[in-house]
């Protein structure tokens, strides 16, 4: 008689893995508001009732896949010394032409366009990467400088791995992950952090000097 509800509580949660499975596959691939919930209930294996019954609605399973797709580590590690440095190799790597795509990325793209599923992106951004990153800083701005730290590493994955540009997607990953870490210092509040091997700037004057002898 006790066997009963445990079975069912077993059943239920192995539903709704299959329903959330299959709804950040699709939302991935097609964006929040091309992704049917028809269309994830058939991947999924269970009717659109059941979405529903679990989820509430198409906006609430949409919520929850994106707290799956932003909360594990992607490109934001726990690696607080050399942080810069982490993050640019750790873009450099999973940009390169012959790397696995960024789902979650893709599924901001695919997303933030509708108005709804953008303000649950920022809700998700905001407590999983943004938050993760920002508890890495020291100094004041933390979330500010957090997000402006994101707003590189999305804008690389954009340019790189999306849009394709050529000098982009044929950089070495160890040049582009240097001059990534040296954009990356100051934002992250490493500023004292010495430019990659290999890598210089020379800093402009902002006027030409004086030519000897001229006038007024």
């Given at each position: 008689m006790s066997a009963a509800p445990s079975v069912r509580r077993r059943d239920g949660a192995a539903t709704r893995e299959a329903i959330l499975t299959a709804a950040v596959v699709e939302f991935t691939e097609y964006?929040?508001?091309?992704?049917?919930?028809?269309?994830?209930?058939?991947?999924?294996?269970?009717?659109?009732?059941?979405?529903?019954?679990?989820?509430?609605?198409?906006?609430?399973?949409?919520?929850?896949?994106?707290?799956?797709?932003?909360?594990?580590?992607?490109?934001?590690?726990d690696e607080r010394p050399g942080l810069a440095r982490a993050l640019a190799r750790a873009l450099a790597e999973r940009t390169a032409p012959d790397s696995e795509r960024l789902d979650p990325f893709l599924l901001l793209l695919r997303s933030a366009a509708d108005p709804e599923a953008a303000a649950i992106i920022r809700q998700g951004v905001e407590a999983h990467v943004g938050a993760r990153l920002a508890g890495l800083l020291d100094g004041s701005d933390a979330d500010v400088r957090a997000q402006l730290g994101?707003?590189?590493?999305?804008?690389?994955?954009?340019?790189?791995?999306?849009?394709?540009?050529?000098?982009?997607?044929?950089?070495?990953?160890?040049?582009?992950?240097?001059?990534?870490?040296?954009?990356?210092?100051?934002?992250?509040?490493?500023?004292?952090?010495?430019?990659?091997?290999?890598i210089t700037f020379t800093p402009s004057s902002e006027s030409p000097p004086a030519a000897a002898g001229s006038a007024g």
């Open positions: 964006g929040y508001a091309r992704a049917g919930v028809r269309q994830i209930a058939e991947r999924a294996g269970v009717t659109a009732m059941m979405i529903n019954r679990y989820f509430g609605s198409k906006e609430g399973l949409f919520a929850q896949a994106v707290d799956r797709a932003f909360g594990p580590s992607v490109i934001v590690d994101l707003a590189l590493i999305a804008g690389t994955w954009l340019m790189r791995d999306i849009v394709g540009t050529a000098a982009l997607a044929e950089a070495d990953n160890e040049h582009l992950a240097g001059l990534l870490a040296d954009m990356l210092h100051p934002v992250l509040g490493e500023g004292d952090a010495k430019p990659a091997p290999g």
